[in-house]
């Protein structure tokens, strides 16, 4: 009788920008679904801002670990955007400028802590939402097209 055996080589499967863009997705999918509630809310600039956060997260985490990744961007849009490799920064000069402006407001957590200088400014310097949808739309959808593409643009 002779001896049949198999021998299985354990694998790595790195899972992890799957996930984040699956997360992405998420928030960007309750960012279309919020309901204003009639006064201002910065939660939809958060829900953009955090779905733009974990697409761009996804694309590093193709070549880097989490601890890198979290180490080198921590939640800012802006370096993780100008990191990403050159065919794949495909912002106008407009959408650069409204990335520009929501990470300053993003990075230092004023869309979940709001201050009052944005209270009594009535949020002058926060970008238009609908803007910042689209755009979180737009990255959100170059990431996962890319991903689709096995990273070919």
């Known amino acids: 009788m002779a001896d049949h055996t ?3 080589e354990s694998g790595h499967i790195n899972l992890s920008p799957v996930l984040f863009r699956l997360s992405a997705c998420d928030y ?17 600039f958060f829900l953009c801002c ?6 761009l997260k996804a694309k590093h985490l193709e070549g880097k670990s989490p601890k890198e990744v979290k180490q080198l ?5 802006l370096r993780s955007y100008s990191d990403l ?4 920064r495909t912002l106008s000069g407009e959408e650069l400028t409204l990335l520009e402006a929501a990470n300053e407001i993003y990075v230092a957590k004023d869309f979940e802590y ?9 949020y002058k310097r926060f970008p238009g939402l609908d803007s910042l949808g689209a755009l979180a739309e737009k990255i959100t959808d ?5 991903n689709d593409r096995g990273g070919q643009e």
């Open 85 to 88: 490799d050159a065919n794949q």
């Open 6 to 8: 198999i021998k299985i």
């Open 28 to 44: 960007l999918k309750c960012y279309r679904d919020f309901q204003k509630p009639g006064t201002f809310s910065a939660v939809p």
């Open 142 to 146: 170059l990431t996962r097209l890319a």
């Open 73 to 77: 961007y921590s939640h800012d849009l």
């Open 50 to 55: 955090r779905a733009i956060e974990l697409a």
């Open 114 to 122: 709001l201050n009052v200088f944005d209270v009594v400014s009535a």
